[in-house]
């Protein structure tokens, strides 16, 4: 016998009771279908480059006026103690990205790519029904401007991209000049796309990857003098080396260092002249300048989204990928693990879970973001993080939140004036060894600095006796911290270090 096929008048024949029980089954089905999709957060993840805490008005800079900036931490989260695992742009970036160790994830320098097959925050939102968009620097395959898997549009360009008229390419369709400054162009670009997904129904979510405030700090020409009348001495700390390594002195007139080229801020050079302070000071001008445009961005993007009545529903979080030092013990650049290298600022508004206004003091890291959004989001965990979600911990506190924490950073041939780098951070105390790289002995000095009592590691305690017994624990404590993320002796590999040297890095990788 044929069945007919099932028609509207068909279904008319079932007799009302039925068809009311049957609506009434779906209507509970249906309705949580659609709760759920509302539930669903998009994602505005805006991401800087060795961007500093105290460049935002919001981490109590005096100078930088940020207040679009200000209003996501107003109307949401501050994490005070926000600390990358490892001060490079590309590791960082990865651990961000994928809740994982440099050392797990494998980019572990500034050419190595992410591993395509490798989840990442994005990746599992867009396996989770999001449309998802990158724009801007991305910075993990130094020359590879293709698109990447896990994203609907991936616009980049290759290397580290230009202040001004920089070659985009769009989403692996066309590589083109966009004349502008970067920040304005990075954010038309974003914009543009979310004004052509957001109407589709799905979640979006969408990083933007600036560039500033990344060496050479070229700003706006609009804030070109806007600190003209701000004095920036270099610090003290600048002036007290003497209970420190002697690499860091040695560092002083190399490219890393605040009497060398200042990312050529300072034409001769070395210059260890009281006159020289200037280029210093030109230096900062022009980095905080360029944070200026930034908040515009910020201000752009958030008015959008309260236009369009997206902004409740969005998760807006607002990082660094890590820290920047600005002449504190005599250093720029990062990688070292003193303070000012390892802190990045970071501020999250969702008032659908987050709490408004809230600080909190805890120590966070780049490796806790992606578990936190894909919960925030309410997508599946990554299999695999060597971080934990902060939701608990911004909403209600988390007693069993983390009070110690591992760095690491390996030489670099390329950008010899680091060592390598293993340390440790408690909510108290910071120990920072420099091992050689062949499993011998250390061969600098290694640094202990109580934090609560001297939060800016101005003196080396490393060789008070009365501080043995701590160094020993914090030692043991280390190991432990980084044997739970796989590494010991025989893991840890890491290249040998050959000294701080003078020469400039290529031109092409500055
Ligand atoms: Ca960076």
């Given at each position: 016998m044929i069945h007919p096929t099932p028609t509207v008048s068909t279904y008319l024949k079932i007799p009302t009771m039925r068809l009311l029980v049957f609506l009434l089954t779906l209507c509970p089905l249906l309705s949580a279908l659609s709760l759920q999709a509302a539930d669903k957060p998009n994602v505005l993840f805006i991401l800087c480059d060795?961007?500093?805490?105290?460049?935002l008005g919001c981490y109590g800079s005096k100078h930088v006026k940020t207040p679009h900036i200000d209003r996501i931490a107003k109307e949401g989260v501050l994490f005070k103690n926000t600390f990358c695992?490892?001060?490079?742009c590309s590791p960082s970036r990865a651990s961000i990205l994928s809740g994982l160790y440099a050392h797990t994830h494998?980019?572990?320098?500034?050419?190595?790519?992410?591993?395509?097959?490798m989840p990442s925050f994005p990746s599992v939102l867009h396996d989770a029904g999001y449309t998802t968009g990158y724009f801007g620097k991305?910075?993990?395959?130094?020359?590879n401007d293709e698109p990447r898997p896990g994203f609907d549009n991936f616009t980049t360009h290759k290397g580290?991209?230009?202040?001004?008229d920089t070659e985009w390419h769009?989403?692996?369709k066309e590589r083109r000049v966009i004349p502008g400054y970067y920040t304005n162009v990075v954010t038309d670009l974003a914009m543009d796309w979310l004004k052509s997904v957001s109407g589709s129904g799905k979640p979006w979510a969408v990083c933007v990857g600036h560039?500033?405030?990344?060496?050479?700090?070229t700003p706006e020409p609009k804030y070109e003098?806007?600190?003209?009348d701000v004095r920036v001495p270099y610090?003290?700390?600048?002036?007290?080396?003497?209970?420190?390594?002697a690499w860091i002195k040695q560092r002083l007139?190399?490219?890393?260092?605040?009497?060398?080229?200042l990312f050529e801020w300072?034409?001769?050079?070395?210059d260890d002249s009281p006159a020289a302070v200037k280029d210093f000071e030109n230096m900062v001008h022009g980095y905080w300048g360029t944070v200026l445009s930034v908040d515009d961005s910020v201000g752009r993007m958030l008015a959008w989204l309260e236009e369009t009545k997206q902004l409740e529903n969005t998760l807006v979080i607002f990082m660094g990928d890590n820290g920047l030092l600005e002449?504190?013990?005599?250093m720029v650049d990062?990688?070292?693990?003193h303070e000012a290298s390892l802190r990045i600022p970071a501020i999250a508004r969702f008032p659908a879970a987050l709490p408004k206004g809230k600080v909190i003091e805890q120590q966070m890291l780049t490796v806790d973001i992606a578990p936190s959004i894909l919960e925030l989001c309410g997508a599946p965990a990554l299999t695999k993080s060597h971080g934990k979600s902060w939701v608990k911990l911004a909403k209600e506190g988390d007693s069993?939140?983390?009070?110690a924490w591992f760095y690491h950073y390996n030489y670099e041939k390329q950008f010899p004036y680091t060592p390598n780098v293993r340390a440790i951070r408690t909510d108290r105390w910071k120990y920072i060894h420099y091992p050689?790289?062949?499993?011998?002995?250390?061969?600098h000095m290694a640094e202990l600095y109580d934090l609560k009592a001297d939060p800016g590691e101005t003196?080396?305690?490393?060789?008070k006796r009365e501080l043995a017994a701590e160094v020993t624990e914090l030692q043991a404590r280390l190991a432990k911290l980084m044997l739970a993320t796989g590494l010991n002796d025989k893991t840890d590999t890491m290249p040998l270090d050959e000294g701080v040297k003078s020469e400039l890095p290529d031109a092409k990788i500055r």
């Open positions: 060795d961007l500093r805490p105290d460049a695992t490892t001060s490079l494998g980019v572990t320098n500034n050419f190595t790519e992410y591993p395509a097959t991305y910075h993990m395959g130094e020359d580290q991209g230009k202040y001004f769009l989403n692996g560039k500033a405030p990344h060496s050479f700090y003098h806007s600190f003209d610090p003290e700390t600048a002036f007290h080396l003497e209970d420190k390594p007139h190399t490219w890393h260092g605040i009497y060398g080229p300072r034409k001769k050079f070395p002449g504190e013990h005599g990062k990688r070292t693990a069993d939140w983390r009070t050689h790289g062949d499993g011998g002995p250390d061969r003196k080396n305690l490393i060789s």
